[in-house]
């Protein structure tokens, strides 16, 4: 098993940027795709993001492609999301997931779950 705990979240105005950290322990991260998930108020979960585990391929939703960043220090054994140009569409709690498997849009395709930050952006 491996257990993710997110952090890096906060409160930022239009434009601006953050990075969210998903710090894995109990297994090595290399080992998993490693994917970002959304949920905002009154709404369903989204997919944001994925990183492959086979070769590193990264994935975006249209919806922040070209802004935010997807990325793994495997020495670190830590994941990360850099979030640039920060709408306030943004706003929701950001969740990390993980999985053996390859890289899936869907919730079911991930095992473990971090407990998610919230992002909220406002001037």
Same mark, same amino acid.
């Given at each position: 098993q491996v257990q993710l705990v997110e952090s890096g979240g906060g409160l930022v105005q239009p $434009?601006?940027?953050?990075? +969210?950290?998903? !710090?894995?322990? $109990?297994?090595? +991260?290399?080992? @998993?795709? %490693? !994917?970002?998930?959304?949920?905002?108020? $009154?709404?369903? #979960?989204?997919?944001?993001?994925? %990183?492959? #585990?086979?070769? $590193?391929?990264? @994935? @975006? !939703?249209?919806?922040?492609?070209? #802004?935010?960043? %997807?990325?793994?220090? =495997? !020495?670190? =054994?830590?994941?990360y999301l850099q979030m640039n140009s920060l709408k306030r569409e943004d706003i929701a709690v950001y969740y990390c997931a993980a999985d053996t498997r390859k890289c899936s849009v869907y919730s079911e395709g991930y095992e473990y779950w971090g407990q998610g930050t919230q992002v909220t952006v406002s001037s």
């Open positions: $434009g601006g940027s953050l990075r +969210l950290s998903c !710090a894995a322990s $109990g297994s090595t +991260l290399e080992s @998993y795709a %490693i !994917a970002w998930f959304r949920l905002a108020p $009154g709404k369903e #979960r989204e997919w944001v993001s994925c %990183i492959s #585990r086979v070769d $590193g391929s990264t @994935y @975006y !939703a249209d919806s922040v492609r070209g #802004r935010f960043t %997807i990325s793994r220090d =495997n !020495a670190k =054994n830590t994941a």
